[in-house]
């Protein structure tokens, strides 16, 4: 069964340090989200791409945040300038299509910022 | 304002019983989704229903949604200790102008069963 696929599972960085987050969404899906949940707390909506560029944001997803598709498999996402409070596990997602299919989600990437 | 507030935040029953988990919400919705998080892993998608449906069955799993009164709950029945885990809700509110609204999740409900 296709699945949301994402690197690496645990990253650990400095504060200050830029870090980029993969995913491989499914195949043949078209919308990509990020997602992030901070240690004991609800899951959170970044961001969500369609048609290479970005769809929606939400207010967490300042400028210090990007996402890019750079090929056919991969979709990224970016932070510049990392914060203590960056430390969350971030979540992909992706779905066949807008009409309020499923989302599938990767099994996520637990970043700490040190 | 807060959407998908799931009660009860924690439920431990013994194996075997019926587990039911409440969720909340409070604007329009496209459809509703649960989720299951084993600790400290990722989300796995349980069953969808849209705004339109009422009830919907999954194997051991029924989820029921009242748009009137803005909630759904989840019936796990004859539990196992493997369906220990975090349960949350999640709304969807696509329009249809075609947007990939992202879900809105609640703070989930912690399941534990008791073998």
């Known amino acids: 069964e296709p699945e949301v696929t994402q690197t690496p599972s645990h990253q650990v960085t400095q504060m200050g340090q830029e870090v980029i987050l993969r995913c491989v969404p499914i195949?043949?899906?078209?919308?990509f989200y990020w997602y992030r949940q901070i240690l004991g707390q609800k899951v959170e909506f970044l961001v969500s791409?369609?048609?290479?560029?970005?769809?929606?944001k939400s207010e967490i997803f300042d400028d210090q945040f990007s996402v890019e598709r750079p090929d056919g498999s991969n979709f990224t996402l970016k932070i510049r300038s990392t914060k203590l409070e960056d430390s969350a596990m971030y979540f992909c997602?992706?779905?066949?299509?807008?009409?309020?299919?499923?989302?599938?989600f990767g099994p996520g990437t637990r970043l700490t910022v040190l | 304002s807060q959407q998908g507030e799931e009660d009860p935040q924690a439920l431990s029953i013994q194996e075997g019983e019926n587990a039911t988990m409440n969720c909340s919400y409070k604007t329009s919705i496209n459809n509703l989704q649960w989720y299951r998080q084993n600790s400290g892993r990722g989300l796995v998608h349980l069953i969808l229903i849209r705004s339109n449906e009422r009830e919907k069955h999954s194997g051991r799993l029924r989820v029921t949604l009242d748009t009137s009164k803005k909630s759904s709950s989840l019936l796990i029945t004859a539990s196992r200790a493997a369906d220990t885990a975090s349960y949350f809700c999640?709304?969807?509110?696509?329009?249809?102008?075609?947007?990939?609204?992202?879900?809105?999740f609640g703070k989930g409900t912690h399941l534990i069963i008791q073998p």
């Open positions: 997602a992706s779905r066949n299509s807008g009409g309020g299919d499923t989302q599938y």
């Open positions: 999640a709304t969807d509110a696509w329009d249809s102008g075609g947007g990939a609204d992202g879900l809105t």
């Open positions: 195949s043949n899906h078209l919308y």
């Open positions: 791409f369609y048609n290479n560029e970005i769809s929606e």
